[in-house]
């Protein structure tokens, strides 16, 4: 498994793979700059009980919907290296299991959002420093609020990966990405099973843990069940 790693690593070192690891947070970093510079007064004021508190709220905000098409985008980009070279069949022959091929895939995506999730809390901790809101930072808190989200998201990140794997064209699982990121942003009275409503981190009993669960559990299982979809397919 390492050497499938490292040769998905390889694969992606001259793509645009990597910058758009570091967009992501950047973005959402830069857009609450902005924020808070214009409106600081105003949302000092209202976070003044807890600043640190507020500076995440308000970067959990923005962090959703960007790791949303953030794994839209990075599964597609991931699984079009193959397609545009049409080497899948090539890929295959290799004396390589296609579990193996599969799991790279997923694990390749899995760790460079990781990634993301990591320069998002380090990206809120500078700004929180800059914004002269002390030391006094909510780690754990700040954990919770950068990585929930995405751990929730597991199902939708493996949906993804395996639309993106099993079509050649890639509008189909970059659009059902973009849709359901739009969705997911009015689902907050969704009902609790609606996978969508998980990356937001509401439920009724309001522990963002159980969202994670489910995610973690629901990922696990589309996980499983697209290794054997894969494992059948006939490569063309």
């Given at each position: 498994m390492t050497r499938v790693m490292v040769s998905e690593f390889l694969k992606i070192r001259r793509k645009m793979i990597f910058f758009l690891v570091f967009l992501g947070p950047f973005g959402v970093i830069s857009l609450e700059a902005v924020n808070f510079g214009i409106r600081y007064e105003w949302l000092t004021d209202l976070?003044?009980?807890?600043?640190?508190?507020?500076?995440?709220?308000?970067?959990?905000?923005l962090s959703v919907p960007?790791?949303?098409?953030?794994?839209?985008?990075?599964?597609?980009?991931?699984a079009n290296i193959e397609h545009q070279t049409n080497a899948?069949?090539?890929?295959?022959?290799?004396?390589?299991?296609k579990m193996k091929v599969f799991t790279g895939k997923v694990l390749l995506s899995v760790l460079l959002l990781l990634t993301s999730c990591l320069l998002l809390a380090g990206g809120t901790i500078a700004l929180g420093l800059l914004l002269k809101f002390?030391?006094?930072?909510?780690?754990?808190?700040?954990?919770?609020?950068?990585?929930?989200?995405?751990?929730?998201?597991l199902p939708l990140l493996i949906l993804q990966i395996w639309l993106a794997i099993t079509l050649k064209n890639q509008a189909?699982?970059?659009?059902?990405g973009i849709i359901g990121t739009i969705v997911a942003m009015y689902a907050m009275n969704f009902p609790d099973w609606v996978p969508?409503?998980?990356?937001?981190?509401?439920?009724?009993?309001?522990?963002?843990i159980y969202s994670v669960l489910a995610g973690l559990v629901v990922g696990l299982l589309l996980y499983f069940m697209s290794l054997i979809d894969f494992n059948r397919r006939e490569v063309k």
């Amino acid at each position: 498994m390492t050497r499938v790693m490292v040769s998905e690593f390889l694969k992606i070192r001259r793509k645009m793979i990597f910058f758009l690891v570091f967009l992501g947070p950047f973005g959402v970093i830069s857009l609450e700059a902005v924020n808070f510079g214009i409106r600081y007064e105003w949302l000092t004021d209202l976070y003044k009980e807890n600043l640190w508190g507020g500076l995440i709220e308000e970067v959990s905000l923005l962090s959703v919907p960007t790791i949303l098409i953030g794994l839209t985008i990075l599964t597609s980009m991931i699984a079009n290296i193959e397609h545009q070279t049409n080497a899948w069949k090539q890929l295959l022959a290799l004396p390589i299991s296609k579990m193996k091929v599969f799991t790279g895939k997923v694990l390749l995506s899995v760790l460079l959002l990781l990634t993301s999730c990591l320069l998002l809390a380090g990206g809120t901790i500078a700004l929180g420093l800059l914004l002269k809101f002390g030391t006094a930072i909510p780690f754990l808190y700040l954990m919770k609020m950068c990585f929930f989200p995405f751990l929730a998201s597991l199902p939708l990140l493996i949906l993804q990966i395996w639309l993106a794997i099993t079509l050649k064209n890639q509008a189909i699982p970059l659009t059902a990405g973009i849709i359901g990121t739009i969705v997911a942003m009015y689902a907050m009275n969704f009902p609790d099973w609606v996978p969508l409503k998980w990356p937001l981190l509401v439920n009724e009993w309001n522990q963002p843990i159980y969202s994670v669960l489910a995610g973690l559990v629901v990922g696990l299982l589309l996980y499983f069940m697209s290794l054997i979809d894969f494992n059948r397919r006939e490569v063309k």
